[in-house]
Every structure is written in C-alpha cells, then in structure tokens.
C-alpha cells in the first residue's frame, strides 16, 4: 500500500501502540512470582494459574492494574489455600505501586508521528480498561489534542466497533483501526468492516494473542509506528 492522498479516519489503540503498558504488568508479574517462591510449583504452573484468574476476572472486572492486583491476590489465595496475613496482602499491594505511580513511556516516534498524520487525517483513540486510569495515562501522555474523540471502553468487540462506526458516521472503507493485539484491535474491527493496521509489540498481553488472516488485503501489518507515515 503507497502513500494515500484521500483522508481517512485512523482510530488509535493506546496500550502497547501509543505508549508502553503490558512490560510494565509483567515486571510486577515477576517481582510476585519472586516473593511467592512456592515450594512445589515452578514458575511457568503458576504463571498459567495466574492467567487462568486474569482471564475470569476481565470478564467480571475489566482491565488494567486493579484487575491484576485483584488477580494477584486471588492466585495467593488459591496456591497458599488460605487467604493473605496483613503483612502478605500489604506486600502484595506493594508490588503493583509501580503501576500507579509510573510515568507514561510512549513508544519511540508517536508524537511527532500522530502530528503528522493529524494534518491530513481524522484521529480519533479507542482503548479499553478503566476509565479513571486510562485518563491518567492519556492525561500523562499529552496526546489528547491530537484525537478529535477519545472512547474508553469495557471491552473492544465487533459490536464496540460498530457502535463507533455508527456514532462518528464513518464510512468503512476509508476508516483504519491502529493497534498492537489482534485480538481487540485487529479481528473485531474487521469484522465490523472496518480497515486494520497491526503494529505487533513484542510484550502485548498473551491474552491479547489471536490468530488473524494475514493475506487480507484490508490488514495492512507494519514493523513501527514511525511506518504509518509511509502509507497514510
């Protein structure tokens, strides 16, 4: 795909596209596999039983650090058989700390690009999670001017998708969404009709994992951010 000329919608991810996110988690992520030290399972059993929980919880709480804190104490729970001492559940509460408390790192290039491409096209951002901490992180960022919408969203489904289509009146074929996880960013929106961009991020979220079909004309995939510059 050349250089286009006609403008078009681009609708961002944030998480993993704009800015760092999951390398965070995981950090927080080995730091509590660190202090569980259990004494029959290794890391990898109890990493899966943690995904196992995360994946139950974002069903019935959402997303981001309150999530994962609630996942990390629901996993000592479970392996220790007994809920946590004071002490235990204070220092588990002390791992996540960084992720409240950290400065946004964006990805290398996004301003400057998002400058850019705001001359000649419509941004709008569609992230999901928690309202209040997704607004932090945005607010954080100072990206906010360059979108002419930002939605935060529970969940990024074919019917989220169509939901915005409807909203902004958007017509599909000249509308991108732009995100690292194929599984929220890239097969709903081609689902709703929508044209799809996949910036891969080599520490997205294994939950965020799913197949997508490469030979589909309408997924362009990209090896930085810096490269939508080549194309929109």
């Known amino acids: 795909m050349s250089r ?3 403008p078009q919608v681009l609708i961002f991810d ?3 596209t704009l800015w760092e996110n999951n390398v965070l988690f995981e950090r927080v992520i080995e730091d509590f596999l660190d202090w569980l030290d259990h004494p029959t399972m290794d890391r990898h059993q109890i990493r899966g039983v943690l995904d196992d929980i995360e994946t139950a919880n974002a069903v019935t709480h959402g997303y981001g650090s309150k999530m994962l804190l609630r996942s990390l104490h629901d996993c000592f729970t479970r392996l220790r058989d007994r809920p946590a001492t004071t002490t235990e559940h204070a220092r588990i509460n002390q791992l996540a700390t960084a992720l409240i408390d950290h400065q946004v790192d964006l990805i290398p290039g996004v301003a400057d690009t998002l400058t850019d491409l705001g001359d000649r096209h419509a941004l709008l951002l569609l992230t999901k999670g928690d309202v209040e901490e997704q607004r932090r992180k945005l607010d954080a960022s100072q990206l906010a001017h360059h979108f002419r919408d930002v939605h935060i969203v529970t969940e990024k ?3 989220t998708y169509r939901d915005i ?3 902004h009146g958007l017509r599909p074929s000249t509308t991108w969404m732009i995100g690292n996880s194929p599984k929220s960013d890239i097969v709903p929106a081609r689902a709703a009709g929508l044209n799809a961009v996949f910036i891969p991020n080599d520490n997205t979220w294994i939950l965020e994992h799913a197949v997508f079909d490469e030979s589909d004309n309408q997924v362009l995939a990209l ?4 490269d939508l510059l080549d194309h929109f």
């Open 4 to 6: 286009t000329t006609t």
């Open 14 to 16: 944030a998480d993993d």
């Open 157 to 159: 489904d074919v019917a």
């Open 165 to 167: 289509i409807a909203r």
């Open 223 to 226: 090896r930085a951010f810096t």
